[in-house]
């Protein structure tokens, strides 16, 4: 029987055009934003909404802003001139340069400001080399950041030794005191936060319990409430007569509340070890803390850098909150230069707030970039 072959092509099919590999800019738009008639139709709307957005943001914050005067009737009204509806121009800098040392420092005496601008100098000398991981002497550089830059700005801030004037903690406020909050909070909450997370982790049932307790209280209400207890209730446990400055109370409560948030962070990244690195670290007749200091913690912190840096960034954020117990952070003071009377005007509030912002979101944008960089740095195996 003679086979049918019929529905064999005899000619090869003519060879299809090589397919486009255009990398220019119009190349990337007409793929992901030209694509098709929806597409084009909402990247056409949605550019206009962004150009609309822009345009009316530069426009109050630069365009037609004020940026020098001595008082609200620079940014003020309709009859001297102003550019927005309402008659009042754009945003009123003006207000912002002459709080300005308000802002950084609150009401620290003026004639002894050269004491926050040393600490802050000199922190920003010890950050530096601290952040860059190829300069050497880390141990002795830790040590002069972590311990012993925290002692000096205590003595020197505070005052009352070495003939310097004494400055009481209710003087303090700005950007100073959520630097100092949150730096300090830093510093404690991640070693106490790993002692957390290896106690609940332990097999001794009264550690174990003792901290599983302590974070899921902590982590049970908000820190509105921690730093209320701190301020507030906490002195009524004390001696007649004895007195915990409110300062102090506030970094209590702010490192207690971050502690435990970083104690549950630090306990996933050791869950997420394999068993196999605690049999290897036990065959080389390591112990306990052998094993934990040289081998798993190291690997556990590295898995949870994102982690660990959302929570300072929360931190940071949160302590805008010790207002509660009246100690005035950069938030706070700008809250407080609203009913200036030199100053008050509609557009007074929005700029204070806007410069607020921007102070917080390049401190917080600053950490996200440096987990970044370190988690890139770090990547030895784990990359995917």
């Not at 009401?107 to 100098?121: E, G, M, V």
């Amino acid at each position: 029987m003679e086979e049918n072959i019929a529905f064999v092509r005899t000619q090869f099919l003519p060879a299809d055009e090589a397919p486009t590999n255009d990398k220019s800019a119009w190349g990337w738009a007409r793929r992901n934003l030209f694509a098709s008639v929806g597409d084009t139709i909402l990247s056409v709307v949605s550019l206009v909404v962004v150009v609309w957005f822009l345009y009316s943001v530069i426009n109050f914050l630069f365009i037609h802003a004020v940026w020098t005067g001595d008082n609200r009737t620079a940014c003020t009204t309709a009859a001297q001139g102003g550019s927005l509806p309402d008659g009042w121009h754009g945003a009123c800098w003006a207000y912002v340069r002459d709080w300005s040392t308000q802002f950084m420092v609150g009401s620290y005496p003026r004639d002894q400001l050269w004491r926050p601008i040393l600490i802050a100098a000199l922190f920003v000398v010890l950050l530096v080399p601290f952040l860059i991981p190829s300069t050497p002497r880390k141990g002795l550089n830790a040590i002069l950041l972590l311990i012993a830059l925290p002692i000096l700005a205590y003595v020197l801030l505070l005052g009352g030794w070495f003939g310097l004037t004494y400055v009481e903690t209710t003087l303090w406020g700005g950007l100073m005191v959520t630097l100092i909050l949150s730096f300090i909070g830093i510093v404690v909450s991640l070693p106490v936060g790993i002692l957390l997370a290896l106690g609940r982790r332990s097999k001794m049932p009264i550690v174990k319990a003792a901290c599983v307790g302590f974070i899921e209280l902590i982590r049970g209400v908000p820190l509105i409430t921690v730093l209320f207890m701190a301020s507030v209730v906490l002195p009524l446990f004390l001696s007649p007569g004895s007195n915990i400055d409110k300062f102090l109370r506030a970094l209590v409560g702010v490192s207690i509340f971050a502690s435990a948030y970083m104690a549950e962070v630090i306990r996933g990244g050791l869950q997420a070890i394999p068993k196999g690195q605690y049999e290897g670290a036990d065959s080389l007749g390591l112990g306990y803390w052998q094993k934990t200091c040289l081998i798993i913690l190291p690997q556990a912190i590295k898995l949870v850098i994102p982690g660990i840096v959302n929570t300072f960034i929360g931190m940071f954020k949160d302590t805008s909150l010790v207002s509660i117990i009246n100690m005035y952070d950069l938030l706070g003071i700008v809250k407080a230069s609203f009913g200036d009377a030199k100053w008050i005007s509609p557009v007074t509030p929005l700029t204070g707030l806007i410069f607020a912002g921007f102070v917080f979101w390049l401190f917080c944008f600053g950490m996200s970039r440096y987990s970044s960089f370190m988690e890139r740095h770090l990547d030895t195996g784990h990359k995917r």
